[in-house]
């Protein structure tokens, strides 16, 4: 049987309607079939997270993980028994499968050649295992969350260092709008790296069908499957552009499986992924980034879960740590830390009262949405939230194990000018109520020159053993992980203070 009439074999049973889809699929792909296939899977990640990413895989899957040379993707084989495992890593985006890889692709010349070479690849790719796990995944799928654009009220809303301006009626109006419809806001949505990504719209395939051909009568057909193809390109030789590669591919695709293109409610989104000279064909098995989760009432600036746990990942937690996020905003580093690391406690706190209510709703949500998950009362998680200043926190010297935190960048969240007198003193309690000689810390900024300079000052309480460049919604930015030295924590006083200000600016309460 050729590749293609068993691929369309395989496809032939699926119901779309939604409800039915999952048993549908299920039963459609025989456990014999299913019980030896191998895959390769494909994920996204935070860039400058590849390696957490790997180690996750590595650990959960025991599978080991190619880490792209295209920042921001991982590699790993799975059997696909293992496939409702992969949709629980806590390290990645988005998931696909890949159909093949061409590691050497000799792109032509010519556009007009490359991409009659791009038409021709459609047709010779193995796609039979790739389809069945798009079938058997279809029930491990989370659907899309239906995003609202961010609120005009909200994005207007001017929440600086200083707290917010507007009085109590204010914030239980804004409480009460998030309960009724969160806000999705993802100002990290952005690319990562300088890459066009052009998906296929169904109006440009539409338009090159013959009208005459019997793939229109498809348009009536609930058993033809839609899908779109997206391309994400990244290289300068390229002589095309992302659009047309997705044009022609996505012509040739439809051609040789005779599915209807549909730029939004497709089922199946095939990945055409270039980069320089190496091409990529993968079938998606995720609607949404799988960041997307424990966060209901979003701010500013809250941060991907993924990289979230990332950051938590790269302090090793261990079991009855203290883990504190003392600006947590949203509370996404805590929850997530309670989420993965419910042997440890976390702390969440923030001086502005807006960021500590959407943070303590945050964990509401989550426990009550636990709990219908569970039809019964469960014990919690194990996190509290605060509203405290970072620069003289409620915690006793040397209590805290871990502290992970995203600090304004002077950007979307306080000012550059702010950060030089915050900067040192944050790291300065940090070090204060960090445990010595154990004690770490993953500070994420992107004001890497202001906190260069307040460590710089600091070598005695804190040492930097790693950097991580990442990439948030197109700005770079840094993951410090410091360890605490084991120097004790001592109130500077007279001459100690006075160097202290001098290497690190920090700014004593006292100090004029
Ligand atoms: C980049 S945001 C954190 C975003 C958070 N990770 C999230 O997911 O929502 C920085 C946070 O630091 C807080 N912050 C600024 N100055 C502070 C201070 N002196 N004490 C405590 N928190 C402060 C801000 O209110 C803001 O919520």
């Given at each position: 049987m050729?590749?293609?009439q068993?691929?369309?074999?395989q ?5 779309l ?6 048993i549908?699929?299920t039963e ?11 895959v390769?899977i494909?994920?996204t990640?935070?860039t ?12 959960k899957?025991?599978s080991?993980c ?9 590699y ?17 985006d988005?998931?696909f499968v890949v159909?093949q890889?061409l590691?050497?692709?000799?792109f ?11 038409e021709?690849?459609a047709?010779?790719?193995p ?5 069945k796990?798009w079938k058997?995944?279809?029930s491990?799928?989370k659907k ?8 005009q ?10 707290g ?9 109006k ?14 990290y ?9 052009s998906t ?5 395939l539409?338009?090159?069908?013959n009208?005459?051909?019997?793939s ?14 997206t391309?994400?390109?990244a ?21 040789y499986?005779?599915?209807k293109a549909d ?22 098995l ?10 209901t009432h ?23 740590d ?6 947590c ?5 805590p ?5 993965e ?6 702390i ?17 949500s ?16 194990p996190i ?5 200043d ?7 010297t ?8 995203d600090?304004?960048f ?8 702010r950060?030089w007198?915050l ?9 204060r109520i960090?445990?010595p000689?154990?004690?770490?810390a ?7 020159k202001c ?17 991580v460049?990442v ?7 840094a993951?410090?992980?410091?360890n ?13 203070k006075e ?5 690190s ?5 006292n100090?004029?």
């Open positions: 050729s590749d293609v068993e691929a369309t074999n496809l032939l049973h699926v119901n309607h939604e409800n039915q889809r999952s549908h699929v459609s792909v025989p456990r014999s079939e299913s019980e030896h296939l191998r390769t494909g994920a990640v935070p400058g997270f590849e390696q957490v990413a790997a180690d996750e895989v590595r650990e899957l025991r080991s190619k880490i792209s040379k295209d920042r921001g993707k991982i790993f084989d799975i059997s696909v028994e293992s496939l409702a495992q992969v949709h629980r890593l806590r390290s990645v988005n998931l159909v890889e590691k050497d692709f000799q032509k010349e010519t556009k007009e050649k490359v991409l009659k070479d791009f021709e690849l047709g010779k790719l796609w039979s295992d790739p389809l796990v058997m995944n279809t491990f799928k899309k969350t239906k995003r609202k654009k961010l609120n009220n909200l994005s207007k809303e001017k929440i600086d260092n200083g917010d301006k507007r009085d109590e009626r204010d914030v239980k804004e409480l009460s709008n998030n309960a009724l419809d969160s806000h999705i806001l993802d100002y949505e952005k690319p990562a790296i300088k890459e066009e990504i296929l719209v169904g109006d440009v539409a338009s090159c069908k009208e005459d051909d019997e229109s009568k498809e348009d009536t057909d609930p058993e033809v499957l839609k899908f779109r193809v391309c994400n390109r290289g300068e030789k390229h002589c095309f552009s992302s659009n047309e590669a997705a044009r022609d591919f996505g012509g040739a695709v439809q051609d499986f005779k599915w730029m939004t409610n497709f089922d199946v989104e095939v990945l055409l992924n270039i980069h320089d000279n190496e091409v990529i064909v993968g079938i998606a995720t609607e949404e980034s799988l960041h997307r989760r424990n966060i979003f701010g500013p600036t809250t941060l991907r879960s993924t990289l979230a746990y990332g950051m938590l990942r790269l302090c090793a937690p261990q079991p009855s203290i883990i504190v996020d003392p600006m905003g949203t509370g996404a580093i929850i997530e830390g309670a989420t690391w419910f042997n440890c406690f976390h969440a706190g923030d001086n502005n009262p807006l960021a500590v209510n959407r943070a303590a709703n945050n964990i509401s989550l426990l009550t949405k636990s709990q219908i998950k569970e039809g019964k009362l469960s014990w919690g998680l509290d939230a605060i509203q405290w970072i620069c003289n926190l409620p915690l006793r040397g209590s805290v194990d871990i502290i992970v935190t600090m304004p002077g950007k979307r969240m306080g000012s550059k000018k950060n007198n900067y040192p003193a944050c790291l300065w309690e940090m070090s960090c445990k000689g154990t004690g770490r993953a500070l994420l900024t992107q004001d890497k906190f260069t300079k307040a460590l710089s000052g600091m070598e005695h309480v804190w040492r930097k053993v790693h950097t460049w990439n948030i919604g197109g700005l770079h930015a993951v410090y992980l410091l605490r030295t084991p120097q004790t924590f001592v109130h500077p006083s007279g001459q100690d160097e202290l200000v001098h290497k600016g920090i700014a004593f309460e100090q004029t």
